[in-house]
């Protein structure tokens, strides 16, 4: 069906979409604060997919942060580790920590 030629190609060709979707699902989820290996290994399995994937989740905390949710508005921030107290971005209640994510 396909000559020696069209294989050749056609085998190199999905070899560097698969590297480019690698790269890509791993820088994208580094600049997200997400594992970069995960989302690589998926850019590899599900390529477009992956990076698809990598696009569209949501951004995790950064490192020497937390996350919390004002007990006002709910509105969600990250502050650095270990704080227990913080003004709510949105509507400035000053509020205490209590694990909240």
């Known amino acids: ?3 020696e030629h069209m294989r ?6 999905l070899s560097t979409v698969s590297v480019v979707c690698i790269v890509a699902a ?6 997200k604060n997400r594992s ?3 989302f690589a290994l998926l850019g590899l399995i599900f390529g477009p ?3 698809l994937a ?6 995790g905390v950064p490192k020497g942060m937390q996350a919390v949710s004002c007990p006002r508005c709910n509105a969600k921030q990250n502050i650095p580790a270990g704080q227990t ?3 709510c ?4 209640h000053v509020a205490h920590d209590e694990g909240d994510t």
Not at 26 to 31: F, K
Not at 89 to 92: D, G, L, P, V
Request: net charge neutral; with cysteine; hydrophobic share 55%.
């Open 26 to 31: 791993g820088i994208i989820a580094l600049r």
């Open 8 to 13: 050749m190609v056609l085998s190199m060709a």
């Open 1 to 3: 069906m396909f000559s």
């Open 54 to 59: 990598a696009v569209l989740v949501s951004p």
């Open 36 to 38: 970069e290996n995960l």
């Open 89 to 92: 971005c949105q509507c400035k």
């Open 85 to 87: 107290t913080f003004e």
């Open 49 to 51: 997919l992956g990076v």
